[in-house]
């Protein structure tokens, strides 16, 4: 089955991305602080005159940042300051490459110990989460379909593999948005969204899984410094050629 390149979406604003920066800078000035309950999902469509699909498509925006908490019943709440810290990083402002350098660093100071107790801590239904992500990636690779959101919940599962909550945290702290081939990336563009990339992506995230399955910890350490330095080096050759181009 021939899979045609992802192309980036108009770059246009959304009307959600509008609010999620709006709510982004009231948080950041502390008009809501850490603990703090948002406006209802009523009086923010009023606030901003759109409708409550897009202030529920924000709210989850936010949410994966790490920046806010909705709680069943009760509303959404914001979270605690160190992770509206780590949010900043996939937030306005942020889309210099050289910024992606670094989140990339922080990524593998914490990922490449979190596949190693991945592996050695792993229960059967976590190593099946594990799969199960690595599966649906190729599923919406081969449909043609973005594929970032999954690439992230394959991190996330390894996260939570090592029974360790705070590797889990700061993961969630940091955000989908980090994740390159995530549409709603800054750092995402269309040679990131393309078939070949994530396929590549897909055949490391395979070499991850297997050492992990096996309970191979220093393969597992291994196989997720590689993926990651991979990044970085594709990150260094973009850099390199914007600076071709000055």
């Keep these: 089955m021939s899979v045609t390149g992802f192309s980036l979406?108009?770059?246009?604003?959304?009307?959600?991305?509008?609010?999620?920066?709006?709510?982004?800078?009231r948080i950041g000035a502390g008009e809501f602080g850490p603990g703090e309950k948002l406006p209802t999902e009523s009086q923010l469509t009023t606030t901003f005159g759109v409708s409550r699909t897009?202030?529920?498509?924000?709210?989850?925006?936010?949410?994966?940042?790490?920046?806010?908490?909705?709680?069943?019943?009760a509303g959404v709440f914001v979270m605690a300051q160190a992770s509206s810290t780590f949010s900043t990083i996939a937030g306005e402002g942020s889309n210099k490459i050289s910024v992606a350098l670094n989140v990339l660093e922080v990524r593998m100071g914490i990922e490449i110990e979190s596949a190693g107790l991945a592996a050695e801590r792993h229960s059967a239904s976590q190593v099946a989460a594990i799969h199960e992500a690595w599966n649906e990636f190729g599923r919406?690779?081969?449909?043609?379909?973005?594929?970032?959101?999954?690439?992230?919940?394959?991190?996330?599962?390894?996260?939570?593999?090592?029974?360790?909550?705070f590797y889990l945290e700061v993961l969630d702290a940091l955000g989908s948005r980090t994740i390159p081939c995530d549409v709603a990336s800054p750092w995402g563009t269309e040679s990131v969204l393309t078939h070949d990339y994530q396929a590549g992506l897909h055949e490391e995230h395979r070499r991850i899984l297997n050492a992990i399955a096996a309970r191979n910890a220093d393969g597992a350490r291994e196989a997720m410094r590689d993926h990651l330095s991979r990044s970085q080096e594709r990150y260094r050759a973009r850099l390199a050629e914007q600076s071709l181009k000055k």
């Design 140 to 165: 919406l690779l081969a449909e043609g379909n973005p594929t970032g959101k999954t690439d992230f919940a394959f991190h996330r599962a390894i996260a939570a593999a090592t029974n360790n909550p």
């Design 9 to 25: 979406p108009n770059r246009k604003p959304k009307l959600a991305e509008m609010v999620v920066d709006a709510l982004r800078k």
């Design 54 to 73: 897009v202030v529920r498509e924000a709210i989850a925006a936010l949410a994966a940042d790490g920046m806010v908490q909705p709680r069943q019943g």
